[in-house]
T-cell receptor
């Protein structure tokens, strides 16, 4: 069974600082997603990482994927208050069924609070 | 392009009552997911459809939950009878086939409170 673990689960940091959120998963996968969720809202897609070594950047956020280590990171550079949210990684688990799409399993999320 | 539509947005019911949620995925998305998100936790996959067939329902409590996707478009998720622990946000998502390398898109969710 696929397990997806994020750490830390809670993070409070000052504006202007850098930090990294880690996402480990337990079985082989070559595809991983990062989502953002604001309180009371739905999930917004941030990044789709499709292969080993994939790196994507958008503004102050950068995500990477190491499929051999089964690890993805979400790096925050010079954090600003607007980045306060819960961040989820989600791993694509290939189903052993021909011509069927995969299922997507989420981590527990990292609640990020950025202090002004 | 319209997003994933869900209704109702909020529902309050008493335990042992029944409730149904509706989802209309993005046009052309063959894969549809229902997730349960309990407050403070990550979304948990309940059931996944590809067109109108069930791909995975291993986490669906089948004694009380049921879901269908007639005609491979809209889907309904039903709980009968509801328990207090079913209080959660029920999220519907849809996606294109995996080969097209895109993510799943989520609706606004239905917040269910069971009292």
């Amino acid at each position: 069974e696929l397990k997806v673990e994020q750490n830390p689960l809670f993070l409070s940091m000052q504006e202007g600082k850098n930090y990294t959120i880690y996402c480990n998963y337990s079985t082989t996968s070559d595809r991983l997603y990062w989502y953002r969720q604001d309180p009371g809202k739905s999930l917004e897609s941030l990044f789709v990482l499709l292969s080993n070594g994939a790196v994507k950047q958008e503004g102050r956020l950068m995500a990477s994927l190491d499929t051999k280590a089964r690890l993805s990171t979400l790096h925050i550079t010079a954090a600003v208050h607007d980045l306060s949210a819960t961040y989820f990684c989600a791993v694509d688990l290939t189903l052993p069924i021909m011509n069927r799409d995969d299922k997507i399993i989420f981590g527990k999320g990292t609640r990020l609070h950025i202090l002004p | 392009e319209a997003g994933v539509a869900q209704s109702p947005r909020y529902k309050i019911i008493e335990k042992r009552q029944s409730v149904a949620f509706w989802c209309n995925p993005i046009s052309g998305h063959a894969t549809l997911y229902w997730y349960q998100q309990i407050l403070g936790q990550g979304p948990k996959l309940l059931i996944q459809f590809q067109n109108n067939g069930v791909v995975d329902d291993s986490q669906l409590p089948k004694d009380r939950f049921s879901a269908e996707r007639l005609k491979g478009v809209d889907s309904t998720l039903k709980i009968q009878p509801a328990k207090l622990e079913d209080s959660a946000v029920y999220l519907c998502a849809s996606s294109l086939p995996r080969a097209l390398n895109t993510e799943a898109f989520f609706g606004q969710g239905t917040r269910l409170t069971v009292v």
